[in-house]
Each structure stands twice: as structure tokens, then as C-alpha cells.
């Protein structure tokens, strides 16, 4: 069984940043991607960054140039780096882990919010 915890999620003014950690626990499990998603009320959960094993990223549109994602294979750890954020920006972000067996596994979410 894999756990993530989340973590780093908080209250920052528009133009602000954020770094968002997820660390991943347990045993037997390999690690193919680890991804943050994000829930906004009323909308449905959408994929804002990916990074492979290998170290390779992708990024949402909507946030391109403004939001990096790392991962610390060492700690099983993954973060997100989040600049110059937006009102928009303001969600639930989940962390999530698709293992080398293809199981997928889910974070219980920390909460952004973007004041104006």
C-alpha cells in the first residue's frame, strides 16, 4: 500500500508563490509518474503537471512558465513550484502516483487560495 501526504498548501496574495510537497510512503511500489492535480469548487479535477521517472514534465496550458515540477527520487517526494499566482489558481491540489504495475494512487489534497 503507497500513502501520499501533501503538504505546503496555504493562503498567498495574487503575484505570490507556493511550493507544494507530496511524499510518497510504503512498500513494494515503483514509481512510473508522479502528477499534482487540482479541483477548484464547482469544477471538475484537472491535471496541472507531470514528471516520469526519467524526468520528464509536462504542463498545463494554464499554467506554463509559472509552475515547475521536481521530484526528489531519493525521498519519493515530488514538488511543485508555483509562481506568480492567480485567483484562478485557487483549488484543492492532489498529488498523485501512477506505480511501474500500473496502479494509481491518490493524496487527500492541500488547499490553495489565492486572495486578490
Known amino acids: 500500500q503507497v500513502q501520499l501526504v501533501e503538504s505546503g498548501g496555504g493562503l498567498v496574495q495574487a503575484g505570490g508563490s507556493l511550493r507544494l510537497s507530496c511524499a510518497a510512503s510504503?512498500?513494494?511500489?515503483?514509481?512510473?509518474?508522479m502528477a499534482w492535480y487540482r479541483q477548484a469548487p464547482g469544477k471538475q479535477r484537472e491535471l496541472v503537471a507531470t514528471?516520469?521517472?526519467?524526468?520528464?514534465?509536462n504542463y498545463a496550458d494554464s499554467v506554463k512558465g509559472r509552475v515547475t515540477i521536481s521530484r526528489d527520487n531519493a525521498k519519493n517526494t515530488v514538488y511543485l513550484q508555483m509562481n506568480s499566482l492567480k485567483p484562478e489558481d485557487t483549488a484543492l491540489y492532489y498529488c498523485?502516483?501512477?506505480?511501474?504495475?500500473?496502479?494509481?494512487?491518490w493524496g487527500k489534497g492541500t488547499l490553495v487560495t489565492v486572495s486578490s
Open positions: 510504503g512498500s513494494g511500489f515503483s514509481i512510473a509518474h
Open positions: 514528471i516520469t521517472s526519467g524526468g520528464r514534465t
Open positions: 498523485n502516483l501512477g506505480s511501474s504495475n500500473g496502479m494509481d494512487y
